[in-house]
C-alpha cells in the first residue's frame, strides 16, 4: 500500500459522498520516521524529494553542535544519553534524537572554552586549582576584566562538576540530518529537572508497590500454624532476620567502599537466567567503568561466558532489556537494588525468565 497522505480513502464525519476515486499521486506520498538513534555508528542518508530538494535522513548520530545562549558560543559536543521526552518515555527508553527532546551532552568542550576566556576551571576541586598554566600578564589582565562581574548559574555549576550538561535539541534529525540544539538556563532548565524529578519519583512508587524481593534475599520460613509457634520457633525467625539485614548491611558498606575509592566505576553482580541454557559465569562482581555502554559490556560478557558469535545472548536489569546505547551510569542509577549494587541477568532469550 504504501505511505500516503491523500484525505481521498477517509470517511465523511458527516456521512457525506466521498470524491471520485483516483490513484495515488507521488506528491501525497509519506515516509516512515527516522528514528535516529544515538550511536557512535553515525549514518545519514540523502534523500531525494519533490523539485529536486535534498533531505538528509539521520539514523544514528552521537555528536552535534549545541549552544549556550548567556555566553554567545557554540561547540560541537557529544551526546551522552538521552534523559526526557515530553511526548513520549518510549523514545526515552530507546534513546532516539527527535526535536525538543532533553539529552545530556559532554561538558569538555564547553568547560575548555570557559576556562580560556574567564580564567577558571569548571568543576575542578579547589586544592586542584594551584594547577592552573601560566599565562601572560595581558591575558590575565583580560580574563580578570571579564570574570569580574560575571556570574555562573548555580545549577550549571553542579552540572559542570559530574561533566553532563543538559541540553535541548532544536533541530530535526530526521530532516536535515543533524542534532543540533543548546543548553538548558534559567526558568527553563528548572522547569525540566522538576519534570524529571517528579518521573523518578513516579518510578520509584511504582517500583515499590510492584517489586517482588529475590528469593535469595528473603528468609524462607515455613509456619504450619500459629498456634504451633513457640518460643523456640520465634527466636529462628528472629535469628534469620537479623542474618538478612547484617548480609544487607555487609553489602550495603561493600557498594559505598566501592563508589568511594573508585568513583567512575560501578558495581555490578552477573548472574545467569536459571532456565537458560547459556553456560554459567566463572566471575560475578564487576567493577564496570561508569561511561561504558550496555552494548559495550555485553561484548565483555561474551568474551568472560565464552559464547559463539552465532548464539544470541540478551541482558536484562529487573525483567527489562536496556538499551544497548545506554550508559552503565545512567542504568545503574534507575535500577540499583537496595545493597548498592546493580543485578544484571543474562540470557539466550529475548524474554526474562
Not at 576541586?125 to 570574570?147: G, L, M
Not at 545506554?326 to 548498592?340: E, N, P, R, S, T
Request: hydrophobic share 35%; charged share 30%; aromatic share 8%.
Amino acid at each position: 500500500m504504501g505511505i500516503s497522505r491523500d484525505s481521498i480513502h477517509k470517511r465523511r464525519a458527516s456521512g457525506a459522498r466521498p470524491n471520485i476515486w483516483r490513484k495515488k499521486r507521488k506528491f501525497e506520498l509519506g515516509r516512515q520516521p527516522a528514528n535516529t538513534k544515538l550511536s557512535s555508528n553515525v549514518t545519514v542518508r540523502p534523500v531525494r524529494c519533490r523539485g529536486g530538494n535534498m533531505k538528509y535522513r539521520a539514523l544514528r548520530l552521537d555528536s552535534g553542535n549545541f549552544s549556550w545562549g548567556s555566553e554567545a558560543t557554540t561547540r560541537r559536543t557529544r551526546i551522552l544519553s538521552v534523559s526526557y521526552n515530553a511526548s513520549n518515555n518510549e523514545l526515552v527508553r530507546t534513546q532516539t534524537l527527535v526535536k525538543s527532546a532533553i539529552v545530556q551532552v559532554d561538558a569538555a568542550p564547553f568547560k575548555a572554552w570557559y576556562s580560556q576566556r574567564y580564567g577558571t576551571e569548571l568543576g575542578r576541586k579547589k586544592a586542584a586549582e594551584e594547577e592552573k598554566e601560566p599565562v601572560s600578564e595581558r591575558v590575565a589582565k583580560k580574563q580578570a576584566a571579564r570574570a569580574k562581574n560575571h556570574s555562573l548559574d548555580s545549577l550549571l555549576e553542579d552540572q559542570f562538576s559530574v561533566g553532563r550538561l543538559y541540553a535541548l535539541i532544536s533541530s530535526r534529525p530526521g530532516q536535515c540530518g543533524r542534532a543540533d540544539g543548546y543548553i538548558l538556563e534559567g526558568k527553563e532548565l528548572e522547569f525540566y529537572l522538576r519534570k524529571m524529578q517528579k518521573k523518578k519519583n513516579n518510578g520509584d512508587l511504582h517500583e515499590a508497590k510492584y517489586h517482588k524481593p529475590r528469593q535469595s534475599d528473603s528468609p524462607r520460613v515455613c509456619v504450619q500454624s500459629f498456634s504451633c509457634i513457640g518460643a523456640a520457633g520465634v527466636e529462628h525467625v528472629r535469628a534469620q532476620r537479623n542474618a538478612w539485614h547484617s548480609h544487607l548491611e555487609k553489602r550495603q558498606a561493600e557498594a559505598a567502599r566501592i563508589r568511594e575509592k573508585y568513583f567512575d566505576r560501578i558495581p555490578v553482580i552477573v548472574e545467569r537466567s536459571p532456565r537458560s541454557e547459556i553456560p554459567l559465569i566463572d566471575k560475578k562482581k564487576y567493577l564496570v567503568p561508569a561511561d561504558l555502554t550496555v552494548g559495550q559490556f555485553v561484548y565483555v560478557i561474551r568474551k568472560r561466558i565464552k559464547v559463539s558469535p552465532e548464539k544470541a545472548i540478551f541482558m536484562f536489569v529487573n525483567g527489562v532489556l536496556p538499551p544497548t546505547a545506554a550508559l552503565m551510569a545512567d542504568v545503574y542509577a534507575d535500577h540499583k537494588d537496595d545493597d548498592g549494587f546493580l543485578y544484571i541477568t543474562y540470557s539466550g532469550e529475548s524474554t526474562f525468565g
